[in-house]
């Protein structure tokens, strides 16, 4: 039988990967602003602006034995230049939107469902202009480690770390040749990520593979967040 999958994001980047990973093994349900480049897709569309909407459950199906929450956002400025609107601003979108939607998600996971959620290196591994972003992802992660407590053993909840990963959000540190070459050189693998490494985790950890993980922060970095080779 098909585990049914809700995501909320999904249209690009990382969660369009997920997607069309998981698409024929899973019954898919993404919920977005767009279903933009969801063309031809095997997935059930709820149009979602997780900044504006409320989710409609009723829309869902009964149960649900997998979540992930997909938008994310990369701001980068000096502290300096940031204003409080922009730290809200990020957390609105990481985490309060979450929040909101997982409270809504919860009652249908079913037992051994999993709950899979973004963080990012800059977390774990202190970086320069990552104030805000690294603020509210940093939540998600003490949020995700109280709430794997406090659900388990019914549900499981992790995070992936990723480092940076070639996705339209992050096209503009990759735009041209020398800041593909100079990102490539952080990490000690010596290439920035692609959609399909991360995918390839959260597809891990829907799975029954993953059936004795929960409350982890699992770094898909190219091992920028835990090696020094310099």
């Known amino acids: 039988m098909k585990k049914k999958i809700l995501m909320i994001g999904g249209s690009h980047g990382i969660g369009k990967s997920i997607v069309q990973e998981i698409q024929d093994t899973h019954e898919v349900h993404v919920a977005s602003r767009t279903n933009d480049g969801l063309e031809g897709l095997n997935v059930h569309y709820h149009k979602l602006d997780v900044l504006a909407d409320d989710l409609d459950t009723s829309a869902l199906p009964g149960s649900l034995d997998g979540f992930i929450y997909c938008p994310g956002s990369i701001t980068l400025k000096p502290f300096k230049m940031l204003k409080l609107d922009d730290f809200r601003s990020e957390m609105e979108l990481n985490f309060f939107s979450l929040v909101k939607i997982l ?6 996971m079913t037992e051994g469902g999993s709950v899979v959620l973004f963080s990012t290196v800059a977390v774990g591994t202190g970086m320069p202009f990552h104030a805000s972003v690294a603020a509210a992802k940093g939540a998600i992660e003490g949020f995700a480690r109280a709430m794997a407590a406090e659900y388990a053993p019914k549900v499981r909840i992790n995070v992936i770390a990723p480092s940076l990963v070639d996705t339209p959000l992050s096209s503009r540190l990759l735009n041209n040749e020398k800041k593909q070459e100079s990102m490539a050189e952080r990490h000690p693998l010596k290439r920035f990520g692609k959609p399909e490494d991360i995918a390839a985790m959260a597809t891990f950890l829907l799975s029954d593979g993953s059936s004795w993980m ?3 922060t699992l770094g898909v970095d190219g091992g920028l967040g835990v ?4």
């Open 103 to 108: 409270q809504a998600v919860m009652p249908k």
């Open 214 to 216: 929960t409350g982890q």
């Open 227 to 230: 090696l020094n080779l310099n």
